[in-house]
């Protein structure tokens, strides 16, 4: 079965997401193809797709590759049957899935508790952090900032069990009513645990858990952001919190992982007037844990070897603050 991947808005990202969600259900592949538009993969055995794009944040539409013909042939196709691969060739087939747009506007706009100050994690970004987050034996996924539990909502939706903390009882009391709200809109059980915690420590609920977690999460900003950074003293005291909290809660919460088992993040950079303020926390070492590369060094991406590639930059060209998720592995 060959498949073309048409990616999101951040390629790399998607690519990174479907090779992680493909190793953590032991699917097998080979790329033929990948660079900022498409990634065409040979799969080993035959996957349904209508799932697939349920279960991904980064892929627009699923393509199922019949034939690979000429470009001369392809002049004759209708534009909907046929997808570019290079100058001389196209892949002949059909669409098979297509991302549900509807359903991502569904769950940020309708569940009862929207936290507009501390921002939120689109569903897309949310799906695509458990797919990065996850392993062959995850059984639950821990949110250590779950704010109005985004990233909680999609791995529940997912059947993982989900545990989310957060140092705001009203934000913790939030969190739970959409939990309570997902699982009752799509029928499944709410296997969730959500409490009080400052993620600086370890919440004594977590210390003894057997369970095989994976962390993912989106932590504290400081503020909300809505100017080019001014680098004055409260400012700047502001980020040098933030930092030392994502440097403190990295340390205390992956102490709850075991071997191999992950622990993903967004660690904000902040954009001022002419440069960038970047963290920390972004070039510390930590321990045990050590960033992974998810995507293979060799791929030829963009007709180039593509090299190593340990974050990923989310954000759109207008933000201040920019998202670069990394994950940690622990060895
Ligand atoms: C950026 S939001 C997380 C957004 C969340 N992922 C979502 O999609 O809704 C950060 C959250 O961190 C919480 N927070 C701030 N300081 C904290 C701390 N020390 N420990 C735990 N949570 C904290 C805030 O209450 C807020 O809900």
């Known amino acids: 079965m060959q498949l073309i991947f048409k990616l999101g808005k951040n390629p790399l990202l998607s690519i990174a997401e479907i090779y992680s969600l493909m190793q ?174 400052n993620a600086s420590s370890l919440a004594e609920q977590l210390v003894r858990m057997k369970e095989n977690i994976a962390i993912s999460t989106e932590p504290f900003l400081g503020k909300s952001w809505t100017k080019p950074v001014q680098k004055n003293v409260r400012n700047k005291k502001i980020i040098a919190n933030v930092d030392k909290l994502i440097i403190s809660s990295i340390r205390s919460t992956s102490k709850i992982l075991k071997k191999n088992e992950r622990l993903v993040i967004m660690i904000p950079s902040f954009k001022t007037k002419h440069d960038i303020i970047y963290l920390k926390a972004r070039e510390m070492e930590f321990g045990n844990l050590r960033k ?16 190593k590639v340990e974050s990923f930059l989310y954000y759109r060209e207008k933000a201040i603050v920019r998202r670069e998720i990394f994950i940690f592995e622990k060895f």
């Open 24 to 197: 953590s259900k032991d699917i097998e592949f080979n790329t033929i193809k990948a660079n900022n538009n498409i990634f065409f993969i040979k799969l080993k055995k035959p996957i349904y797709p209508d799932i697939l794009i349920k279960i991904l944040g980064g892929v627009i539409e699923i393509f199922r590759v019949d034939e690979i013909i000429s470009y001369t042939d392809a002049k004759r196709v209708k534009p909907q049957f046929k997808v570019n691969i290079d100058d001389l060739t196209f892949a002949y087939g059909m669409i098979v899935a297509k991302q549900d747009i509807k359903d991502f506007e569904k769950k940020e706009i309708e569940k009862p508790y929207v936290e507009g100050k501390n921002g939120m994690v689109p569903s897309k970004l949310a799906k695509i952090m458990v797919n990065l987050a996850i392993g062959k034996n995850t059984t639950t996924i821990y949110d250590p900032y779950c704010g109005t539990g985004s990233i909680l909502i999609e791995a529940l939706l997912q059947g993982y069990k989900v545990i989310g903390t957060d140092i705001n009882p009203d934000v913790v009391t939030g969190c739970k009513e959409n939990l309570k709200w997902v699982s009752k809109e799509y029928g499944i059980e709410n296997r969730s645990e959500v409490f009080i915690n």
């Open 292 to 307: 992974i590369t998810i995507i293979p060094e060799d791929l030829i991406f963009n007709d180039k070897k593509l090299g």
